[in-house]
């Protein structure tokens, strides 16, 4: 859990285990709210914001090599939220195994701040 007003950090590390270098890409988070009934609410506007952008950029990645990328988010209200990551590719990075495109939601949890 973090705490309402507290900036929390996001890290993405990518390792490359293919034989060829891949990237660079980009990766776009989307908060959002799941009301439990398979609905998603994106419009968060007023309940998160990014520290930065929403958008982070991963250079490439040579064979058995690492890159990181870092971003940060305030919660500004309580509640469960889950980030969304949405793997961009760019033209120059092909033949990418699909589940890099169906990354799994991070759940976040914002309690209120100490008194």
């Known amino acids: 859990p973090c705490r309402v007003g507290d900036p929390v950090r996001l890290e993405v ?6 034989p060829r270098s891949v990237g ?12 439990q009934n ?20 991963l250079d490439a ?4 090599g690492q890159s990181a990328c870092l971003g940060a988010l305030l919660f500004l209200y309580t509640g469960d939220f889950f980030l969304h ?3 961009h590719q760019d033209s120059a990075s092909k033949e990418l195994p699909p589940s890099w495109f169906c990354l799994p939601s991070v759940h976040v949890r914002a309690l209120e701040a100490p008194a």
């Open 13 to 18: 590390r990518l390792t490359n285990r293919s």
């Open 61 to 64: 990645v040579q064979p058995a």
């Open 85 to 87: 990551i949405r793997f």
């Open 24 to 35: 660079p890409f980009a990766l776009t988070v989307a908060p959002f709210q799941d009301h």
């Open 38 to 57: 398979g609905a998603r609410n994106y419009d968060l506007h007023g309940a998160v914001s990014f520290v930065g952008s929403g958008t982070l950029h």
